[in-house]
């Protein structure tokens, strides 16, 4: 009988860690809660998901070629093809948590959001700079961000938003390659001990819920 060996490695903050076994997807019982900063881990851990495309409309990319690589590209592609094959644009949107789209930018939910209604505004081009985005882009964005400031005080009465574009990996940003408008409401004491030692955030609604309740103020 083989001797089970398990090899310590050691994490950012070199803590030592225990390797995750053969076919174990998660090496630390954090990782089962919710941590939105390990989403490239995760997701490094599923060689079948294919990046933006939730599973309902997994019929797209009809082959390979079609992947676009992209979070957010992946995700509208996934949309417009579900659309042409017969879905309902509601039905679409809904699953991809796509709360409206307008011209040349489109707003969904943060599938790992900071604080409830955590939406990003996202141009359909995919630029890394805003400096690169088209005037009539960037005029929408800030529109946008304007709709986004009264839908979310609206729904979630907060005591203010964050608003924040993240340039590239050093700043921060997941998603490097495709600019995206961060706006979330944020509450007095929203950040707690869970925060701060577990580096795991608690949210009260599953993002269904977040998404119904988005999408009426953005239509108006
Ligand atoms: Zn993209």
């Known amino acids: 009988m083989q001797p089970v060996v398990r090899r310590t490695s050691r994490n950012e903050n070199n803590l030592p860690v225990r390797d995750a076994a053969p076919g174990q997807r998660y090496t630390r019982p954090m990782d089962r809660l ?28 009809p082959s390979d070629a079609d992947d676009r690589h992209c979070i957010f590209c992946n995700m509208i592609a996934a949309v417009d ?64 961000a304007q709709r986004a400031e009264l839908a ?35 509450w007095l004491g929203d950040t707690n001990f869970m925060t701060v030692t577990a580096e795991t955030r608690v949210l009260p609604e599953p993002l269904d819920v977040t998404w119904a309740k988005l999408r009426p103020p953005f239509k108006n």
């Open 34 to 61: 919710w941590t939105p900063w390990r989403y490239s881990y995760i997701t490094r851990a599923d060689p079948q998901a294919r990046t933006g495309v939730p599973a309902e409309l997994n019929a797209w990319p």
């Open 81 to 144: 093809y579900a659309i042409a094959q017969g879905m309902p644009r509601e039905t679409a949107e809904m699953a991809a948590h796509i709360v409206y789209r307008g011209q040349s930018c489109f707003v969904c939910l943060n599938a790992y959001p900071y604080s409830t209604g955590h939406v990003m505004i996202v141009p359909y081009q995919h630029v890394a700079s805003l400096a690169a985005l088209p005037t009539e882009a960037a005029e929408e964005l800030i529109l946008l």
């Open 152 to 186: 979310l005080r609206e729904v979630y009465k907060p005591g203010g938003l964050n608003m924040g574009l993240n340039l590239g990996e050093a700043a921060g940003a997941g998603i490097a390659d495709h600019i995206h408008l961060h706006v979330l409401p944020r």
